[in-house]
């Protein structure tokens, strides 16, 4: 039997669409970073107050008439409190520190002289060995760079978060614009709902853990006598919300500093171990029952999900990496034919959340609202 040579290159020609669509998006996205970065920050802490003041609700005798007014002051004074300890923490941590910014060369070369004993080698490099290629002048104009963008960032990111908060209001009329029908109504707000429900799972499930983190990385570095433990402390509750990068940062970070501090190696080998076992334990024991449906999201994914957003917007990229796979996939999972990118982006195979199982069967005999616009869109 033969094929229709126009199906073929219409088959064809769909597809090169698709091609030059993504490609042409994603030039979109990194060109426009600049003004997207603040935005997606903003929709994120936006969908921050929602959940947070849900839980004012539900959780608190706080009235309901004051629950959105609480929710928006925790999160932007956490948000502008936590910039503030970036920028001026970070400065107040190299003053603090310029106390054994004498010994820091000597120490270094003492430890790659251990080292080097170790593994039996002569000729153990020195710090001016190892800096002698290292453009440190550019390296710290770079952080410094980076440092007062975070700063101007904000100022966007709140200019963003209060339109946002103010076009919240007229959202509900232009849902019912957008899908008169009642059905199709019901099935765009599940979708949304899935999107909330599983970035605010994810928030809460990082925010959860990062404290339990925080809590016993704060106790050893004041047991051992760390300088700055408050500051560690806030910068491991930080990069917890960077998956995989920020666990190792937790777990180096501290125990790299207390080899330079202190003249003895069992400060550094205490953290060492002790932040080791906590992450192992936090992040295979704690985090996978917490979890449930909430981040069915493959590893490697989260891990090339990091790699992307991270090139693409920077530090921001990377913490909303998780955060905008979870959208991806319940965005995709609506559409017939992509839906097999949601059962590759997925950990088990099934986008779909537990509860939705009924829902999902349903949409196998009902084309959906999204199904159909798919089949027009040719996807």
Same mark, same amino acid.
């Given at each position: 039997?033969?094929?229709?040579?126009?199906?073929?290159?219409?088959?064809?020609?769909?597809?090169?669409?698709?091609? $030059?669509?993504?490609?042409?998006?994603?030039?979109?996205?990194?060109?426009?970073?600049?003004?997207?970065?603040?935005?997606?920050?903003?929709?994120?802490? =936006?969908?921050?107050?929602?959940?947070?003041?849900?839980?004012?609700?539900?959780? +608190?005798?706080?009235?309901?008439?004051? !629950?959105?007014?609480?929710?928006?002051?925790?999160?932007?004074?956490?948000?502008?409190?936590?910039?503030?300890?970036?920028?001026?923490?970070?400065?107040?941590?190299?003053?603090?520190?310029?106390?054994? !910014?004498?010994?820091?060369?000597?120490?270094?070369?003492?430890?790659?002289?251990?080292?080097?004993?170790?593994?039996?080698?002569? /000729?153990?490099? +020195?710090?001016?060995? =190892?800096?002698?290629?290292?453009?440190?002048?550019?390296?710290?104009?770079?952080?410094?760079?980076? $440092?007062?963008?975070?700063?101007?960032?904000?100022?966007?990111?709140?200019?963003?978060?209060?339109?946002?908060? #103010?076009?919240?209001?007229?959202?509900?009329?232009?849902?019912?614009?957008?899908?008169?029908?009642?059905? /199709?109504?019901?099935?765009?707000?599940? $979708?949304?709902?899935?999107?909330?429900?599983?970035?605010?799972?994810?928030?809460?499930?990082?925010?959860?853990?990062? #404290?339990?983190?925080?809590?016993?990385?704060?106790?050893? %570095?004041?047991? #051992?006598?760390?300088?700055?433990?408050?500051?560690?402390?806030?910068?491991?509750?930080?990069?917890?919300?960077?998956?995989?990068?920020?666990?190792?940062?937790?777990?180096?970070?501290?125990?790299?500093?207390?080899?330079?501090?202190?003249?003895?190696?069992?400060?550094?080998?205490?953290?060492?171990?002790?932040?080791?076992?906590?992450?192992?334990?936090?992040?295979? %024991?704690?985090?996978?029952?917490?979890?449930?449906? /909430?981040?069915?999201?493959?590893?490697?994914?989260?891990?090339?999900?990091?790699?992307?957003?991270?090139? =693409?917007?920077?530090?921001?990229?990377?913490?909303?990496?998780?955060?905008?796979?979870?959208?991806?996939?319940?965005?995709?999972?609506?559409?017939?034919?992509?839906?097999? =990118?949601?059962?590759?982006?997925?950990?088990?195979?099934?986008?779909?959340?537990?509860?939705?199982?009924?829902?999902?069967?349903?949409?196998?005999?009902?084309?959906?609202?999204?199904?159909?616009?798919?089949?027009?869109?040719?996807?």
């Amino acid at each position: 039997m033969k094929v229709p040579i126009h199906s073929d290159a219409a088959a064809a020609s769909r597809n090169a669409v698709v091609l $030059v669509a993504v490609v042409a998006a994603g030039a979109a996205l990194y060109w426009l970073r600049d003004i997207l970065t603040p935005l997606a920050m903003a929709l994120f802490l =936006m969908i921050m107050i929602a959940g947070i003041e849900r839980w004012i609700v539900t959780k +608190t005798p706080v009235p309901e008439r004051f !629950a959105g007014v609480t929710a928006i002051a925790l999160v932007v004074i956490g948000f502008l409190g936590s910039i503030y300890i970036i920028v001026e923490g970070a400065a107040g941590f190299f003053t603090d520190a310029s106390g054994v !910014a004498g010994s820091i060369g000597p120490r270094i070369d003492q430890i790659s002289r251990d080292v080097s004993g170790m593994v039996g080698v002569s /000729n153990p490099p +020195t710090l001016q060995d =190892m800096i002698a290629g290292v453009d440190l002048r550019g390296w710290l104009t770079a952080a410094a760079f980076q $440092v007062q963008g975070a700063a101007s960032s904000a100022f966007f990111v709140m200019i963003y978060l209060g339109f946002l908060l #103010v076009s919240r209001k007229g959202f509900g009329k232009k849902i019912v614009g957008m899908f008169p029908d009642r059905a /199709n109504r019901q099935e765009a707000v599940q $979708v949304f709902e899935r999107v909330r429900g599983g970035v605010e799972g994810y928030l809460w499930v990082q925010a959860v853990t990062g #404290v339990m983190i925080c809590i016993v990385a704060w106790i050893l %570095m004041r047991a #051992v006598g760390l300088q700055n433990a408050e500051f560690w402390t806030f910068v491991i509750f930080i990069v917890g919300f960077i998956p995989i990068l920020g666990g190792a940062i937790a777990g180096l970070a501290p125990p790299l500093f207390a080899l330079v501090q202190f003249e003895s190696y069992w400060p550094a080998l205490i953290l060492l171990v002790g932040l080791q076992i906590v992450l192992f334990i936090v992040g295979n %024991m704690v985090q996978p029952r917490m979890q449930g449906d /909430n981040q069915n999201i493959d590893p490697i994914v989260v891990l090339l999900a990091l790699a992307f957003w991270g090139k =693409m917007w920077g530090v921001a990229g990377m913490f909303l990496s998780t955060p905008l796979a979870v959208m991806a996939m319940a965005i995709l999972a609506e559409f017939r034919g992509s839906r097999w =990118m949601a059962v590759l982006l997925s950990g088990d195979g099934d986008p779909y959340p537990e509860d939705r199982k009924g829902s999902k069967a349903e949409s196998d005999t009902k084309p959906s609202l999204f199904s159909r616009l798919g089949k027009k869109l040719g996807l």
